[in-house]
Nanobody, 123 residues
């Protein structure tokens, strides 16, 4: 089993940056794809990006050029670097693990989830 814990959320002004981290315990990241999703009030959970064990990444159109996923297998931690933040980025951000190492965009395809961390971007 895998336990994921997000951290690094908070309040930031538009144009600023935040780095979210997701620490994993239990089974290692080996063989897993790691994804980031976000969910705003009243909206469905939205794909942000994912990174496979092989190093390939997929980012959503809404964050392309602003957000980057990195992965530190030694520390069992995945990061979401968020730059040029906009108010519409405000959401609870979740990390997730997928056992077949495929960068799926649907949340239903992921096997393990963190508890989420709130990101609020003010104008």
């Amino acid at each position: 089993q895998v336990r994921l814990v997000e951290s690094g959320g908070g309040l930031v002004q538009a144009g600023g940056s935040l780095r979210l981290s997701c620490g994993a315990s239990g089974r290692t990241f080996s063989g897993y794809a790691m994804g980031w999703f976000r969910q705003a009030p009243g909206k469905e959970r939205e794909f942000v990006g994912a990174r496979s064990e092989s190093g390939s990444s997929t980012m959503s159109d809404s964050v392309w050029g602003r957000f980057t996923i990195s992965r530190d297998s030694v520390k069992n931690t995945v990061y979401l670097q968020m730059n040029m933040l906009k108010p519409e980025d405000t959401a609870v951000y979740y990390c997730a693990a997928e056992l077949s190492d495929q960068r799926y965009t649907r949340p239903e395809s992921y096997d393990y989830w963190g508890q989420g961390t709130q990101v609020t971007v003010s104008s």
